[in-house]
C-alpha cells in the first residue's frame, strides 16, 4: 500500500507541476498610419539593425546577413534575436535564448498610394516571467515600450 500511496503522491505532484508550467501567450498587437506609401517607408525602416537606433543603443549583426532569415543580431550587447522569417515588407525574430519564448513581427501593409500601416506584435509566453503574477503590468510596460518605438519607427518611415 505503501508503494501505491508514493505513486500516487508522485503522480499528483507531477500533474500540479505540469498545471503550473502551462503556456499562458500573450500577443500585444500595436499598429499606428504612416503618412508615406509602404514600399518608401518600408525601405527606411526594414533594416534588422535599426532598432538599436530606435532604442538609441548598439546593434550588431553577428551572424548571417541583414535582412535574410538566419541573420542574428544583438541589442545592447546582451539581447540576442534570430531573423525567423522575412517578406517583402515585414520580418519575424525570436530570442532563442528567452524564457518567456518571445517573438516580434514588424511589419508594414499599404493602405492607399500615399498611406500605410505600420504594426508591431509581440508574443511571449506570460506563464514563465519570473513573476508571472505580475503579467498585467508586464504587459502595460512592453505595450508602453513598443508604443513609444512604433512612434520612433513612424517618424522615420515619415522622414523625407
Request: aromatic share 8%; proline share 4%.
Given at each position: 500500500?505503501?508503494?501505491?500511496?508514493?505513486?500516487?503522491?508522485?503522480?499528483?505532484?507531477?500533474?500540479?507541476?505540469?498545471?503550473?508550467?502551462?503556456?499562458?501567450?500573450?500577443?500585444?498587437?500595436?499598429?499606428?498610419?504612416?503618412?508615406?506609401?509602404?514600399d518608401l517607408a518600408w525601405?527606411?525602416?526594414?533594416?534588422?539593425?535599426?532598432?538599436?537606433?530606435?532604442?538609441?543603443?548598439?546593434?550588431?549583426?553577428?551572424?548571417?546577413?541583414?535582412?535574410?532569415?538566419?541573420?542574428?543580431?544583438?541589442?545592447?550587447?546582451?539581447?540576442?534575436?534570430?531573423?525567423?522569417?522575412?517578406?517583402?515588407?515585414?520580418?519575424?525574430?525570436?530570442?532563442?535564448?528567452?524564457?518567456?519564448?518571445?517573438?516580434?513581427?514588424?511589419?508594414?501593409?499599404?493602405?492607399?498610394?500615399?498611406?500605410?500601416?505600420?504594426?508591431?506584435?509581440?508574443?511571449?509566453?506570460?506563464?514563465?516571467?519570473?513573476?508571472?503574477?505580475?503579467?498585467?503590468?508586464d504587459i502595460a510596460n512592453?505595450?508602453?515600450?513598443?508604443?513609444g518605438l512604433l512612434a520612433?519607427?513612424?517618424?522615420?518611415?515619415?522622414?523625407?
Amino acid at each position: 500500500m505503501k508503494t501505491i500511496a508514493a505513486l500516487a503522491a508522485a503522480a499528483a505532484a507531477l500533474g500540479a507541476a505540469g498545471a503550473a508550467s502551462a503556456a499562458d501567450f500573450v500577443r500585444i498587437p500595436l499598429e499606428t498610419t504612416v503618412n508615406a506609401p509602404a514600399d518608401l517607408a518600408w525601405k527606411k525602416v526594414s533594416g534588422y539593425c535599426n532598432i538599436g537606433a530606435w532604442f538609441k543603443t548598439t546593434c550588431e549583426i553577428t551572424s548571417g546577413k541583414d535582412g535574410e532569415v538566419g541573420a542574428v543580431r544583438v541589442i545592447a550587447g546582451r539581447i540576442t534575436e534570430l531573423l525567423v522569417a522575412s517578406t517583402a515588407w515585414s520580418y519575424t525574430y525570436s530570442q532563442p535564448k528567452s524564457p518567456i519564448d518571445y517573438h516580434g513581427t514588424l511589419e508594414i501593409q499599404p493602405i492607399d498610394k500615399k498611406t500605410s500601416k505600420l504594426l508591431y506584435t509581440l508574443v511571449y509566453d506570460a506563464a514563465a516571467l519570473p513573476d508571472p503574477s505580475k503579467k498585467d503590468a508586464d504587459i502595460a510596460n512592453r505595450t508602453k515600450q513598443f508604443t513609444g518605438l512604433l512612434a520612433t519607427i513612424k517618424a522615420q518611415a515619415e522622414a523625407k
